[in-house]
């Protein structure tokens, strides 16, 4: 099948994440910025 099992020992509150979801997921957080500010100027007019 391919695939390989990890074992690391991180504290709970330790969020571990692969490579490629951690660029997704600051992906995500840079486009949310980008939309919250968006919506923020719209909203001052």
């Given at each position: 099948n391919?695939?390989?099992?990890?074992?690391?020992?991180?504290p709970?509150?330790?969020?571990i994440?692969?490579?490629e979801?951690?660029?997704e997921v600051?992906e995500?957080?840079?486009?949310?910025?980008i939309?919250?500010?968006?919506?923020?100027s719209?909203?001052?007019?």
């Amino acid at each position: 099948n391919g695939s390989v099992k990890l074992s690391i020992k991180a504290p709970k509150d330790v969020t571990i994440l692969r490579k490629e979801l951690k660029e997704e997921v600051t992906e995500e957080n840079k486009n949310a910025i980008i939309m919250d500010s968006s919506i923020l100027s719209k909203l001052k007019k």
